[in-house]
């Protein structure tokens, strides 16, 4: 009888191993609402200044900024979401034959993912609207804004100089990823509900959006997920109606292409997510 105990404790030992080694026990992550900030990176928020400089037009700061996203970074990020995380962009041709400038909207489920994708779409530099903190990190700041951060502003007046900042890029052709979801919610395989907001920037420059939808399935011999990027579009914003309507049909339609993306195409959670039960 002690034999059998014995093995019965050693039978449920190595099914617990088994377990993690297949990774069939997952974390669950619980959440209030779906504005939830669940990623904290400890980063110190520090406030733009109203001097805050969006672009700097320094030929040595253009220099080492096109080395830095061209010839160092673009190279490495390929090679970090093929071997690493599996990655791949479905309907990518239906954005590079696309010349000007347009803006991409994605659902945010990865820190260095969402970093990374946009910039594997097409041969000219990507810029990502950010939150202020990814500015905040001291002897970083630089480099991010070379990167392609174009981070939110604070005040008023920083509003001119970030507006004026993405009307110039798309004037050069550039694209613009924006995730209206603004907080990352890790490997996550819904799409939360986002406002019709920074639908505004395509409608006022009369320039075309893509829906890029991160969607997540297992691998056989990693722990996490593969990553399968798909694009959708182009949606073009309809002028013809007024502004409020006209962002409210930009989102609803950019949103359902990612609904129908996640939902067909996003096979494995690598988290649970569960909303907390408010108290009664």
Do not use: C
């Not at 110039?168 to 990352?184: L, V």
């Not at 073009?236 to 990612?258: H, S, T, V």
């Amino acid at each position: 009888m002690q034999n059998i105990n014995k093995l019965i404790t050693l039978l449920y030992l190595i099914n617990a191993i088994i377990k993690k080694v297949i990774f069939l026990n997952k974390k669950t992550i619980y959440y209030e609402k779906e504005t939830d900030d669940l990623v904290n990176y400890h980063i110190k928020r520090k406030d733009l200044k109203e001097d805050f400089k969006y672009q700097n037009k320094h030929f040595t700061f253009r220099f080492a900024g096109f080395t830095l996203y061209h010839v160092i970074a673009k190279p490495i990020i390929s090679v970090i979401m093929k071997f690493f995380h599996g990655g791949k962009i479905i309907n990518k041709k239906i954005i590079k034959k696309y010349k000007g400038g347009l803006f991409i909207y994605g659902n945010h489920t990865g820190g260095m993912i969402d970093a990374f994708q946009p910039n594997r779409l097409r041969h000219k530099k990507n810029y990502i609207v950010v939150n202020p903190d990814a500015v905040s990190i001291t002897g970083l700041k630089n480099i991010v804004m070379m990167l392609g951060a174009i981070p939110v502003a604070d005040t008023y007046k920083i509003q001119r100089n970030f507006l004026g900042t993405i009307n110039d890029y798309i004037k050069k052709h550039k694209s613009i990823t924006i995730y209206p979801e603004a907080h990352i919610w890790p490997y996550y395989t819904g799409i939360r509900n986002f406002p019709s907001a920074s639908f505004s920037y395509p409608i006022k420059l009369n320039v075309p959006s893509f829906a890029m939808t991160t969607t997540y399935q297992k691998r056989k011999f990693f722990k996490k997920p593969k990553v399968t990027t798909y694009i959708d579009g182009p949606f073009f914003p309809d002028q013809n109606l007024p502004l409020k309507e006209a962002k409210e049909k930009l989102r609803n339609e950019i949103y359902n292409a990612m609904v129908i993306r996640v939902t067909t195409r996003s096979t494995y959670s690598y988290y649970e997510y569960q909303q907390k039960e408010k108290d009664k």
